[in-house]
């Protein structure tokens, strides 16, 4: 259970509350002062005492960057989303959180999918769909150039196509293994694949919501 607030403490987080419901994100510190009728110092103490009693967290001790926190200590559902890219074209030579070829971007929950630089690569065929990926999913990768044995990966082949496989590494080849007993794994010289990044989860396409 939260301790309770002041009539000022609870002023000051209604006000958060609202700003953040509005636009995503905290004012600053200068804007809240502003807004509400108090000093800069004024603001920063309210902040203080709303984080030692547990309302809010600071992103870092001086930072002026302030999270919601829910009754589980977790930022607010508000301000948990981020957005990423959906990469249409994988483009040889290019880490694929820089590529330019975008089809589109998709909104995560930041609280679940904590890395940096991730993007979704829109799955095409159904030879992933026993590992539950299934065509016009959303891959959720992050970015990668290694693999361990078994991992899902997203990996170029021969600086061209795009595939969405599991990973196995052979004395002499490479292996990517769908998951369909339809198709065959597939072999490859060490020079022709290229792996770009690691699946951390799935964003159900139209063929899995049905």
């Known amino acids: 259970m939260q301790p309770n607030l002041t009539e000022k403490q609870q002023r000051v987080l209604d006000y958060l509350q609202h700003e953040i419901a ?18 800069h110092a004024a603001i920063a103490q309210f902040i203080r005492a709303l984080e030692e009693k547990g309302y809010l967290k600071r992103e870092g001790r001086y930072s002026r960057t ?18 990423i890219p959906i990469i249409g074209r994988v483009m040889a030579g290019l880490p694929m959180y820089a590529q330019t070829e975008w ?15 991730l ?12 590992a539950g990926i299934l065509n016009g999913d959303l891959a959720i990768c992050e970015p990668r150039q290694y693999a361990q044995n078994g991992e899902i990966v997203v990996a170029l082949i021969n600086s061209e196509e ?3 496989k599991r990973f196995f590494l052979r004395k002499k080849y490479v292996e990517l293994r769908p998951a369909n007993a339809k198709f065959n794994p597939m072999r490859y010289d060490f020079s022709a694949v290229l792996i770009q990044g690691k699946v951390i989860g799935i964003q159900r396409g139209p063929e899995g919501i049905k």
């Open 103 to 117: 089809d589109g971007s998709t909104v995560l929950d930041a609280a679940v999918f904590r890395g940096q630089n």
């Open 22 to 39: 509005n636009s995503g994100q905290a004012p600053s510190l200068r804007q809240a002062a502003a807004d509400i009728g108090v000093s």
């Open 66 to 83: 302030v999270y919601l926190l829910n009754r589980a200590h977790e930022p607010s559902a508000a301000q948990r989303w981020r957005e």
């Open 162 to 164: 795009a595939t969405v």
């Open 119 to 130: 993007f979704a690569l829109r799955v095409k065929g159904d030879s992933m769909k026993d």
